[in-house]
């Protein structure tokens, strides 16, 4: 069981919008800011957010990240077939004195 | 550009070691955190721990037992063991940087990664 909770999988068809949620508590996202992870099958993670809304170097403005309280997202708008891939969210926990992921979530584009 | 890339035996058997070295290129071992990361087959990401370039490390408590990751700033490296293996510890591992060479670790994140190797714990 992750300490950050997501949806395991997700859909939508070219051109939508979708949301996938990452929640968590107050020792992860209560003073700690979220980080989203893309990772096309095997290959390696690679950030496409950071620090809650921050794009990565490359990423296109389809992508934005969002968080509020303990809870935080990551929209895509737009839905292209090469975004299919699983998402992961990570913060740090305080309590873990770590780094701690969300079970990631499985998008599929229909 | 900074790239990281893995190298260590694909194949442990149980009880013994996991060593696995993380070569930096582009870039000097210098003012970051350098962080291990491993994926099970099929499953999520776990962190493993880290090493500050002056040589600090952290570790996930839920390894923290049989864990060490040491740096080695001549040869620009970084290394992971993991002793009494079992099993479970079947996986991908990766190494990573951190985005930021802020000490404010909950504003960090992981960038560049490596692309990862497989570490198979049989008999």
């Known amino acids: 069981q992750s300490v950050l909770t997501q949806p395991p999988s997700a859909s939508g068809t070219p051109g939508q919008r979708v949301t996938i949620s990452c929640s968590g508590s107050?020792?992860?996202?209560?003073?700690?800011?979220v980080n989203w992870y893309r990772q096309l099958s095997g290959t390696a993670p690679k950030v496409l957010i950071y620090r809650n809304d921050q794009r990565s170097s490359g990423v296109p403005d389809r992508f934005s990240g969002s968080k509020s309280g303990t809870s935080a997202s990551l929209a895509i708008s737009g839905l292209q077939s090469e975004d299919e891939a699983y998402y992961y969210c990570?913060?740090?926990?305080?309590?873990?004195?770590?780094?701690?992921f969300g079970g990631g979530t499985k998008l599929t584009v229909l | 550009q900074v790239q990281l890339q893995e190298s260590g035996p694909g194949l442990v058997k149980p009880s013994e070691t996991l060593s696995l070295t993380c070569t930096v290129s582009g870039d000097s071992i210098s003012n970051y955190y350098w962080i291990w990361i491993r994926q099970p087959p099929g499953k999520g990401l776990e962190w493993i721990g880290y090493v500050y370039f002056s040589g600090g490390t952290n570790y996930n408590p839920s390894l923290k037992s049989r864990v060490s990751i040491s740096v080695d700033k001549s040869k620009n490296q970084f290394s992971l063991e993991l002793t009494s293996v079992t099993a479970a510890d079947t996986a991908v591992y990766f190494c990573?940087?951190?985005?930021?060479?802020?000490?404010?670790?909950?504003?960090?994140?992981?960038?560049?990664w490596g692309q990862g190797t497989l570490v198979t714990v049989s008999s």
């Open positions: 107050s020792s992860t996202m209560g003073r700690n800011t």
């Open positions: 990570a913060a740090w926990d305080d309590s873990l004195n770590g780094w701690v």
């Open positions: 990573a940087r951190s985005g930021s060479t802020s000490s404010l670790l909950g504003y960090n994140w992981f960038d560049p």
